[in-house]
């Protein structure tokens, strides 16, 4: 199939309000055995995914109405996952180079989070190719439990903690119609990418025009 275009909420003009009305629909649920047009969707997640320096995309940031996302299979090192989330924020310096995570991958079908530790945190730098030039410091929990299903209809039940923990309720936040901008009560701190006061101001104006559309 093809690399396709992420859905992105804004652009350097300001914001997309028919992306962020895309992004804010909740995706339909794949049905088994998979049909050729879902078939299709997945192709197009692991075209983008080895394209594109990133940890995960769901399927709705590429255009497609599934719950399905591809992300990162692992990540132990601190560092490393530091790294994608800083490429994340900045994709569009990076648009000609490849992924170095792409063979570090999992399908993720109808993705759900079954058990949460109330009392297990994790705050840390968060990205989103969707939400270009702009990092935040999220609140996400750190231990949970999750189910999903493999490509050939296989369930997968496990715990998940630290950088994948935080990367799989990013992206299923994504497949319900939730960009990580919504979570205000979560977020304490926002950094734009650009190192210019200029275009920092910029940014602040088009998130405060987010905000305003979402009604926040």
């Known amino acids: 199939m093809a690399v396709r275009n992420i859905v992105k909420i804004w652009n ?3 914001i997309i309000k028919e992306n962020i009305d895309f992004l804010h629909k909740k995706t ?4 088994f055995p998979l049909k050729s047009d879902v078939e299709n969707v997945i192709t197009d997640l692991i075209d983008s995914y080895k394209a594109i320096p990133c940890a995960g995309i ?3 940031q ?3 109405d599934y719950s399905i996302f591809i992300g990162m299979k692992n990540c132990d090192d601190v560092e490393q996952g530091k790294q994608v989330e800083r490429m994340e924020s900045e994709a569009d310096k990076y648009e000609k180079t490849e992924n170095e995570f792409s063979h570090n991958r999992e399908i993720y079908i109808n993705p759900k989070i079954y058990k949460t530790k109330q009392d297990s945190t994790q705050e840390d730098t968060e990205g989103c190719l969707s939400v270009p030039n702009l990092t935040v410091e999220m609140l996400r929990f750190d231990k949970i439990k999750v189910r ?3 490509v050939n209809g296989g369930v997968i039940k496990k715990p998940l903690k ?3 923990s935080k990367l799989f309720q990013h992206e299923l936040d994504h497949l319900n119609g939730i960009v990580m901008l919504n979570l205000m009560n979560q977020i304490s701190n926002y950094s ?3 190192n210019n006061p200029a275009k920092n101001r910029e940014m602040k104006r088009i ?3 987010y905000y305003k559309y979402i009604g926040r």
């Open 62 to 64: 590429i255009g497609y």
């Open 162 to 164: 630290g950088f994948i």
């Open 28 to 31: 339909r649920p794949v049905s």
């Open 207 to 209: 998130l405060d025009d």
């Open 58 to 60: 769901a399927a709705n």
């Open 12 to 14: 350097e003009d300001g």
């Open 192 to 194: 734009p990418a650009y």
């Open 148 to 150: 999903y299903r493999t």
